[in-house]
């Protein structure tokens, strides 16, 4: 059975940061596709930041350009969303994800990717 468990979310104010983490196991991250992705209230969920194997470059939603990190510790099955200079914009549940299937990074869509993290809620707000 594949699990993933998000932590990290919590209230910030604007221009703070936040680090989520996801720990995945019953799957090995090591050269899959891994993504973070967000659902804000009434929106649809979007793909944030996306990578398809543990070279290739990232994708990322314009909006988070240089300000999210993704990064993965494959001895560990984990990855990592380091988020910095948040703004309201960002407050939304975030969702970790992975999957076997193999497709490019730029493929930040959810119905490319199959395991699913329960999410875990940050909020920007002063």
């Known amino acids: 059975q594949v699990q993933l468990v998000e932590s990290g979310g919590g209230l910030v104010h604007p221009g703070g940061s936040l680090r989520l983490s996801c720990v995945v196991s019953g799957f090995s991250l090591d050269a899959n596709p891994i993504g973070w992705f967000r659902q804000a209230p009434g929106k649809e969920r979007e793909g944030v930041a996306c990578v398809a194997n543990n070279d290739g470059p990232a994708y990322y939603l314009d909006s988070v350009k240089g300000r999210f990190t993704l990064s993965r510790d494959n001895a560990k099955n984990t990855m990592y969303l380091q988020m910095n200079m948040l703004n309201s914009e960002d407050t939304a549940v975030y969702f970790c994800?992975?999957?076997?299937?193999?497709?490019?990074?730029?493929?930040?869509?959810?119905?490319?990717?199959?395991?699913w993290g329960q999410g875990t809620q940050a909020t920007v707000s002063s």
């Open positions: 994800a992975t999957t076997p299937r193999t497709h490019s990074a730029t493929a930040c869509v959810p119905n490319a990717y199959n395991y």
